[in-house]
Nanobody
């Protein structure tokens, strides 16, 4: 069974840090483009950032630039989202996703992990 599983979410105070992990299983995701999305209550799901198969980071949302960093460890089939200087408005469910192409829909999604930032 091919799946992505996120972990590392939790409750943190504003200004703190968290690192989310997204572990792939069932096949290698080393050649996939990977991304992190988030969805806050009552809002649409939006892309936080993405990383290419070679490790080059292709995109960060303006709201997280300079605070969040995406990285990947192909040997572990895992993608990370390091979140620093967290703000209350970063509170959301965070999802990772994978797609084989550079464009188009994402083929695989994780179940999500809750991140709550308190003031």
């Amino acid at each position: 069974q091919v799946q992505l599983v996120e972990s590392g979410g939790g409750l943190v105070q504003a200004g703190g840090s968290l690192r989310l992990s997204c572990a792939g299983s069932g096949r290698s995701f080393s050649r996939d483009n990977m991304a992190w999305f988030r969805q806050a209550p009552g809002k649409e799901r939006t892309c936080v950032g993405s990383i290419g198969s070679g490790g080059a980071t292709s995109y960060y949302a303006d709201s997280v630039k300079g605070r969040f960093t995406i990285s990947r460890d192909s040997a572990k089939n895992t993608v990370y989202l390091q979140m620093n200087s967290l703000k209350v408005e970063d509170t959301a469910v965070y999802y990772c996703a994978a797609r084989q192409g550079l464009y188009g829909d994402y083929d695989y999604w994780g179940q999500g992990t809750q991140v709550t930032v308190s003031s």
